[in-house]
C-alpha cells in the first residue's frame, strides 16, 4: 500500500495534476457535492421526504436576500413548501445514483460484449458488432428514451412509480454500452495473440478465467477513460429524461425533475425553483467534465 | 464504386428491418391494439372481430410482413388516444421539426466552423481560451437548461421573444412554414439557438482537433517552405483536408438534431414531431411511436448512405485500394 501511495504521489498523474488549479477545482466541486448529497440527510436543513417537515403556508418563499425572504430557507422554497436547497441535496443524490449505477451496468455489459466478441471472433463477432453499429447510429438519448417508453408500457400501472429509478437505469445503460463495448474488443483482439494468453490457453485454462483474469485487467485503462466521460453524460440523460416527465416521478425527485416542476413556476416570476437545480446540474455536469478531459489527456501517452 | 454502394445500401437495408423489427415488437407485445382501439362496452363477439379485422390471428411472419409493406406506403394506422391516422398527425408536424433542424445546423456551422478554425491557427491567444472554455461548458449544459435560461432572461425578464409555439404560420397547402411571417421568425430565434449550442460546441472541438492534426503533416511543413503566405496554406490547403472528416460527424448530426429537437419541442411547446413523440411515450400510443421511430431511422439511413458516398467521392485514398 505504501509503496503503491509513493508511486502515486511521484508520479505523472500526480504531477499533471497538481499543476492545473482548473482540476483542482473540479476535483473538489466533485467531492464536495458527491459528499453532501450523500450526506443529504444530514447535511440538508430540512428531511424533505417528512412531511411534517414542511408547510404549504410556506410555498413559493424567495431566496433569503431577496424581499419576503426568510432565513430559514437558503434558496426559498418550491411550490410544496419544500426548502430549494435540501430539495436540491437530495435530488443530486438520486442524479449521482442513477448515473453512477448506469454508468457501472453499461460498462460491465459493454466489457462481456467486447471481451466475447474480441476473443471469439467470427460470426459471434459480426453479429455483435453489427448490433453496436446499428445503435451507434442513433443518438443515446433517443434510445433511452425509447427502452424507457417500451418498459414503462410493459409494467403495470402501481410499479411504474417504484420502478422508475431502476427502469431509467436500465434505459440509460443500455444506451451507453456500445462505447465500451468496441474499445475492449479491439484491446481485446490485440491481447488475444500474445504470449501470456497463449500460455494460459495452453496450460488450459477455462475460456472465462483467461477472459476475466488475465485480459480483462489489460484493457481497463481506456475503459475508466471512457466511464469518467461518460458519468458527465449519463446525468445529463437522466436530468433529460426526468425533465421530459418520463424520468423518476415527483416524489423522490432528482435534478431534472427538479426543473421540471420549477419550469411551471417560471413565467410567474418564482425563478428560484428551476434556476438553482439547474446550477446545480450545470456545476455537477461541468466539473465531471473537466475531471475526464484531464484524465483523459493525462493518460495518454500521445499528447505528453 | 458500384460494390461499395451495394454493399452500403445492403448494410442501410439490414439496420432498416432491425428498427421495423422493433417497431413491430412494440406493437405485438406492448400493450393491446384491440382494447385501446375498442370502446368500454364492446362485447366479447365485436372485441373477436376486431381482432380477425385487424388481422391479429394470423401467423406473426405474415403480420411482420404487412406491417412492413404498410410502413412502406406511409400507412402507420391510427393513433389509440387521437383516434386519426398517425400519417396524417405526421404529415401536419413534419414542417415545424424540419425548419428548426435546419435553421439549427446552418446557424452551428456559420459560428463553429470560424470558431474552429480560428482556435486551431491562434492556440494561445486569450480568446481561443475563452472560446474552448465555452465550448466546455456548452456540451456540460443540457439542452433543456439553455432553453429555460433562454425563456427565461428574453422570454421573462426583459420580454423580447415569444416563449412557445412557432408564431403565425403560412399554410402552403403541403407545407405549413414559418419562415414567412414576422412572428415566424421570432418564435424561431430561441428554439434554434437553444438547439445549435451543443452541435456548435462539438463542431469547434472538432474542427480545431482535426486541423491542429493537419497543420503538422509534411505538407504543410512543404508548403510554408515553399514561401505560400500564412493565409492560402491555412485557408487552401489546411482547412479543405480538415472538412473531409467534418462532413461525416455534420452529416450525422443533422440526424441527431432531429432527436435532440424532441428536448428543444418539448421545452418551447414547439409543435414538431418530437413533441408529438414525448406525448406519444406518456401515452404508450404505440402506432405513433412506432412511426416515430420508423421515420428517424429512415432518415439516418439516408443520411448515412450520403454521407458515405460524398466522404467516397472526396476522398480519394478510399478509392485506391481494393
Redesign the interface.
Known amino acids: 500500500m505504501r509503496d503503491f501511495l509513493q508511486r502515486f504521489f511521484g508520479g505523472d498523474l500526480w504531477w499533471s495534476f497538481r499543476s492545473s488549479p482548473m482540476v483542482i477545482v473540479a476535483a473538489i466541486t466533485t467531492f464536495v457535492m458527491i459528499f453532501s448529497s450523500a450526506f443529504a440527510n444530514i447535511v440538508a436543513p430540512y428531511d424533505i421526504f417528512d412531511l411534517t417537515q414542511f408547510n404549504l403556508m410556506d410555498s413559493l418563499k424567495p431566496p433569503v436576500w431577496m424581499e419576503r425572504g426568510e432565513v430559514g430557507f437558503l434558496l426559498g422554497t418550491d411550490d410544496q413548501g419544500r426548502d430549494v436547497l435540501s430539495t436540491i441535496l437530495y435530488g443530486s443524490r438520486i442524479s449521482l445514483l442513477v448515473g453512477f449505477f448506469s454508468v457501472i451496468s453499461a460498462m460491465v455489459l459493454g466489457i462481456i460484449i467486447g471481451l466475447i466478441a474480441g476473443y471469439s471472433g467470427g460470426w459471434v463477432d459480426a453479429v455483435l458488432m453489427r448490433i453496436a453499429d446499428v445503435q451507434l447510429s442513433f443518438p443515446a438519448i433517443l434510445i433511452a428514451l425509447l427502452v424507457n417508453g417500451i418498459i414503462s408500457g410493459l409494467l403495470p400501472g402501481e410499479a411504474q412509480a417504484d420502478l422508475a429509478i431502476y427502469v431509467l437505469i436500465v434505459a440509460i445503460s443500455l444506451s451507453f454500452w456500445v462505447q465500451y463495448a468496441r474499445t475492449v474488443r479491439s484491446s481485446t483482439m490485440v491481447e488475444r495473440t500474445k504470449e501470456y494468453v497463449q500460455a494460459a490457453q495452453v496450460i488450459g485454462l477455462p475460456q472465462p478465467l483467461i477472459l476475466l483474469r488475465h485480459i480483462l485487467p489489460n484493457v481497463m485503462g481506456p475503459v475508466l477513460v471512457i466511464a469518467t466521460i461518460q458519468l458527465a453524460l449519463a446525468i445529463i440523460t437522466e436530468a433529460t429524461l426526468s425533465f421530459l416527465g418520463v424520468g423518476v416521478p415527483p416524489t423522490s425527485p432528482s435534478l431534472g425533475t427538479l426543473i421540471r416542476i420549477g419550469n411551471d413556476y417560471l413565467f410567474s416570476g418564482e425563478w428560484w425553483i428551476t434556476v438553482f437545480p439547474g446550477l446545480a446540474l450545470v456545476i455537477l455536469v461541468l466539473a465531471v467534465n473537466i475531471l475526464g478531459d484531464w484524465l483523459r489527456d493525462a493518460l495518454n501517452p500521445k499528447l505528453r | 464504386m458500384l460494390f461499395f454502394i451495394g454493399r452500403r445500401l445492403y448494410?442501410a437495408a439490414?439496420?432498416m428491418l432491425?428498427?421495423a423489427l422493433i417497431a413491430f415488437a412494440?406493437f405485438q407485445?406492448?400493450?393491446d391494439p384491440v382494447s385501446n382501439l375498442a370502446g368500454q362496452d364492446t362485447t366479447v363477439a365485436e372485441r373477436e372481430l376486431l381482432k380477425e379485422r385487424l388481422g391479429l390471428n394470423d401467423s406473426v411472419l405474415e403480420q411482420f410482413s404487412r406491417f412492413v409493406i404498410n410502413a412502406v406506403q406511409g400507412e402507420f394506422g391510427v393513433s389509440y388516444r387521437m383516434r386519426v391516422p398517425v400519417r396524417d398527425l405526421i404529415a401536419e408536424r413534419f414542417p415545424a421539426t424540419l425548419e428548426l433542424s435546419m435553421m439549427s445546423a446552418f446557424l452551428a456551422l456559420l459560428v463553429g466552423i470560424p470558431m474552429g478554425v480560428y482556435t486551431a491557427l491562434n492556440r494561445d491567444s486569450w480568446l481561443s481560451r475563452s472560446f474552448m472554455t465555452l465550448s466546455?461548458?456548452g456540451?456540460?449544459?443540457?439542452?433543456?437548461?439553455i432553453g429555460?435560461?433562454l425563456?427565461?432572461f428574453f422570454g421573462?425578464i426583459l420580454q423580447w421573444l415569444p416563449?412557445f409555439g412557432r408564431g403565425e404560420v403560412v399554410d402552403l397547402g403541403w407545407w405549413s412554414t414559418g419562415m414567412l411571417t414576422g412572428s415566424g421568425w421570432r418564435s424561431m430565434i430561441m428554439p434554434a439557438i437553444t438547439l445549435a449550442v451543443f452541435q456548435m460546441t462539438l463542431i469547434v472541438r472538432l474542427i480545431r482537433a482535426e486541423m491542429l492534426e493537419v497543420l503538422r503533416t509534411d505538407y504543410i511543413k512543404f508548403a510554408r517552405a515553399r514561401g505560400l503566405s500564412e493565409r492560402s496554406i491555412s485557408f487552401s490547403h489546411a482547412l479543405k483536408n480538415t472538412l473531409v472528416p467534418v462532413i461525416t460527424i455534420i452529416g450525422?448530426q443533422i440526424?441527431?438534431l432531429i432527436?435532440?429537437a424532441?428536448?428543444t419541442e418539448?421545452?418551447f411547446q414547439w409543435p414538431g414531431m418530437g413533441l408529438l413523440f414525448?406525448q406519444a411515450?406518456?401515452e404508450?400510443d404505440?402506432p405513433i411511436?412506432s412511426a416515430y421511430?420508423l421515420l428517424?431511422?429512415f432518415v439516418?439511413?439516408v443520411i448515412?448512405l450520403i454521407v458515405d458516398i460524398l466522404y467516397y467521392t472526396i476522398d480519394p485514398r478510399l478509392r485506391v485500394e481494393k
Open positions: 448494410q439490414l439496420v432491425t428498427v412494440m407485445y406492448v400493450g466546455l461548458i456540451i456540460s449544459l443540457p439542452t433543456f437548461l429555460i435560461f425563456i427565461l421573462v416563449t450525422l440526424g441527431s432527436a435532440f424532441i428536448i418539448s421545452v414525448i411515450i406518456g404508450v404505440i411511436m421511430l428517424i431511422g439516418f439511413v448515412n
